[in-house]
């Protein structure tokens, strides 16, 4: 599939309906991270995530055709029932970067409303649950003027232009693991839109358990944005982008035979060569906290001591996923409750699991 083959030709099919279409559509937490991208939003290198379950954002979007003709996008977006200026600058980039493929969006007005299950500003990026309920959303309206459009057909380009919003949002429609990024060997991986993990998975990880550890809160110093970009030029970047290759490889026969310690190993040297790339880039910075060394030292420790397969991972961010099957489940929990829930701010945690995708509702 190329880009061209995307575009979606309006006049033949533009019926002016007016409408209101809603999805929800849930975060993913990537295993192979990816970091590091060329314009527009191709990855450096291949990713794949756990879709998640329980965090994930509720969109509605409610259209009806202008009543002058103008070239401007019209649209309100409304956040938790409030008119949002914050996300008007996003969606309108948003917009300008996905109009070429759905360009139906110029002819319409429209009145997004948005929420997410998850606690505002918990420092959990909303981008990718965001960016894809939107997209999927504006693919239902295209769908309603192109009913024969394939469930398949549907899903890529719902991804295609989720990633257009945010890279790793082209990795929430689907479930239970989604690759992102060309890999050669993963059949139909690309660069443009991601695709459900079509190898063979085992039993295990289609009911991992993802716990989140709020461990900061605040606004990030330093936005995804421009740690992609200082990837380019980054003295370890072509070794980082063979490292993640050389771990897909390695977590597709895991994936297969559900080997759990080589699992860990993998998802803990990717979450720690993320931090390590953040920390040697020009300028360095660091988005771990103290707390989050704290959790990750306790967690080592419990491993060994416990013999449960828990592990942690980390987004461009301070907190903390808790990985852990769901044989482990009631140990685990317990030794968060015990343990670590004292290192979250005001003891905040999300507990998740790997979930199937975005829904209509
Ligand atoms: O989707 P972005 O541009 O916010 O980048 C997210 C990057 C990581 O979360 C750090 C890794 C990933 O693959 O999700």
């Known amino acids: 599939m190329i880009e061209k083959n995307f575009i979606f030709n309006l006049n033949t099919k533009d019926t002016g309906a007016s409408g209101s279409v809603t999805w929800q559509s849930p975060s993913n937490i990537a295993l192979i991270k990816y970091w590091g991208k060329t314009d527009p939003q191709i990855p450096k290198n291949v990713s794949i995530s756990f879709t998640l379950s329980n965090c994930n954002t509720q969109t509605t979007v409610k259209y009806r055709p202008k009543s002058s003709i ?3 996008f019209d649209f309100k977006i409304f956040f938790d029932q409030k008119e949002n200026q914050s996300f008007r600058r996003k969606i309108e980039q948003f917009f300008e970067r996905v109009v070429p493929y759905i360009p139906f969006i110029r002819n319409y007005e429209f009145e997004i409303h948005t ?13 990718a649950s965001g960016m894809s309920a939107l997209a999927l959303c504006l693919m239902s309206i295209q769908k309603s003027m192109d009913p024969h459009l394939s469930e398949i057909d549907f899903n890529q380009k719902a991804s295609f232009l989720a990633r257009l919003g945010s890279g790793s949002a082209a990795r929430s429609i689907e479930g239970p693991l989604v690759v992102w990024g060309q890999h050669h060997s993963i059949f139909k991986s690309s660069n443009l839109y991601g695709t459900k993990y079509s190898g063979e998975i085992h039993d295990v990880f289609t009911s991992f358990q993802d716990t989140i550890l709020l461990v900061d809160k605040g606004e990030k110093k330093v936005s995804s944005t421009l740690g992609h970009k200082l990837m380019l030029g980054h003295p370890f970047a072509e070794s980082r982008f063979e490292q993640a290759k050389d771990n897909m490889n390695r977590l597709i026969a895991i994936l297969k035979n559900g080997e759990l310690d080589s699992f860990i190993d993998i998802i803990e040297r990717e979450a720690l060569s ?5 920390m040697t880039s020009d300028p360095y910075f660091i988005l771990m906290k103290p707390n989050t060394l704290e959790i990750i030292n306790r967690i080592w420790n419990f491993r060994e001591l416990s013999g449960c ?8 961010g301070a907190n903390v996923h808790v990985l852990y099957p ?6 685990v929990r317990d030794f968060i409750d015990k343990e ?9 945690f999300i507990h998740d699991n790997v979930g199937n995708g975005a829904k209509l509702l």
């Open 70 to 72: 103008s070239e401007d």
């Open 115 to 127: 929420g997410n299950s998850f606690p505002h500003s918990s420092g959990i990026a909303s981008s």
């Open 274 to 278: 993320l931090h390590a790339m953040m």
């Open 309 to 316: 397969h828990i592990c942690f991972t980390l987004d461009a």
């Open 326 to 331: 769901d044989k482990d489940k009631k140990a």
């Open 340 to 348: 670590l829930v004292q290192f979250c701010q005001n003891g905040q």
